[in-house]
């Protein structure tokens, strides 16, 4: 199984990209790991916040191939702990899934057919983070849960 990340715009700090690089090079020891960033949306002033869900919902369904399986970061998703998470993607892993696509939209959530597209919601927790900070969050949280897995001192519990 991949696993590939698409999130919305930049990030525009050198120390979390610094931070997310790294766990993802850690990551990949484990499984095949990428990030891939859709620009953000030009004029958005001029939008509505639908409008402007509609356009990114548009731009995520065109990374999406027909056999990925599609999670969305939502603070309306299934929570985990770091254990159940790790659990979680042994699961999808035994499920035969080719790759598994997390996505992070855009500041207003995703468009309907976003919603209708996934196959389910994942919510880091019940706060807000900046979505620079969540690519971090997500790429360590994907590489404690592969350590976790193999029994390694990663993890403490």
Do not use: W
């Not at 990551?27 to 030009?42: C, G, M, V």
């Not at 899934?97 to 209708?116: D, M, N, Q």
């Amino acid at each position: 199984m991949n696993i590939k990340l698409l999130c919305i715009g930049k990030t525009d700090s050198k120390q979390l990209q610094s931070l997310i690089e790294d766990y993802s090079k850690r990551l990949n020891h484990y499984i095949k790991y990428t990030i891939e960033i859709i620009p953000d949306i030009k004029n958005v002033k001029h939008l509505s916040e639908k409008e402007q869900k509609q356009k990114e919902g548009n731009l995520i369904l065109s990374k999406i191939g027909s056999y990925d399986h599609l999670i969305l970061f939502d603070e309306k998703g299934k929570t985990f702990t770091s254990v159940s998470f790790s659990n979680y993607l042994q699961k999808k892993m035994n499920s035969g899934i080719k790759t598994l696509v997390f996505v992070i939209g855009g500041p207003y959530g995703f468009s309907e057919e976003v919603y209708h597209k996934a196959q389910g919601k994942v919510s880091l927790s019940e706060m807000t983070f900046s979505h620079q900070m969540v690519r971090l969050f997500i790429t360590e949280q994907l590489y404690r849960g592969y350590t976790i897995l193999k029994g390694e001192p990663y993890h403490h519990q």
